[in-house]
Nanobody, 116 residues
């Protein structure tokens, strides 16, 4: 069984920065794409950024130039460095990973709150 555990959320003022981490644990053979999604109150979950095992990245237009996704394959961990945060970035951020054997899994989510 595998699980994803996020950390690093919190409250910050507009213009500030936060770094999210998501570590995978359990019996892991390999992980394909890892990513971050977010869900604001009353809205659908949306993609923030993804990164493949080879390091190719994809970002939502709303975060390009402000957020950076990275991963440490040896630690089965994905990171999201968020800078120049805006109030509209307020949401619960979820980690997602596609495992080769068990398929896609979600983390429990971590709250990010940006005040103006």
């Amino acid at each position: 069984q595998v699980q994803l555990v996020e950390s690093g959320g919190g409250s910050v003022q507009a213009g500030g920065s936060l770094r999210l981490s998501c570590a995978a644990s359990g019996t892991i053979f390999s992980i394909k794409t890892m990513g971050w999604y977010r869900q604001a109150p009353g809205k659908q979950r949306e993609l923030v950024a993804t990164i493949t095992s080879g390091g190719s990245t994809n970002y939502a237009d709303s975060v390009k130039g402000r957020f950076t996704i990275s991963r440490d394959n040896a630690k089965n961990t994905v990171y999201l460095q968020m800078s120049s945060l805006k109030p509209e970035d307020t949401a619960v951020y979820f980690c997602n990973a596609e495992f080769t054997v068990v398929g896609a899994k979600w983390g429990q989510g971590t709250q990010v709150t940006v005040s103006s």
